[in-house]
């Protein structure tokens, strides 16, 4: 004889038939399942729509952008820094005659690049700061 479960004044034969649901409740159990599906969809789309969100991918992206233009302005700082020294017209003079191509070589090479306590630079500040002083020359012509 099978295993017996009572169940408040009903007693079970099976299992089976405790799980089992009067068709309304299963019906409104369906509906409500699929509900919860849609509103996560939705709730998903405007967030990552209107509401600000972003994947892990995008905001990794985001910070190396930001961080890239924090480091190129303190490397634009540190140039106009140098400018102050005695010897800073030639540096300048030197740094228009290279070609457009060679001045991150030119940044690498004094140092300006690298940002304080930094043992190496990335070549996007030395290029970003390549940049930044050239609309520093042609802001002053």
Known sequence: MGRRVITGN???TSFKEVLSMKPETEGKVKYGVWGLICGAVIAMIIGFSWGGWTTA???KTMNDKAVLAN?????VAQVTRFMKE???EEKLKEFGEI????RTEFIEKGGWDKM???KEADYG???ACSNGLELELLAKK
Do not use: F, L
Request: net charge neutral; charged share 15%; with cysteine.
């Open 99 to 102: 070609d457009s191509w060679k």
């Open 86 to 88: 005695p010897n800073h």
């Open 125 to 127: 500040v030395a290029r």
């Open 57 to 59: 991918g995008t905001t």
């Open 116 to 118: 304080p306590g930094q």
């Open 71 to 75: 480091q190129t302005e303190i490397c």
């Open 10 to 12: 009903h007693v079970a």
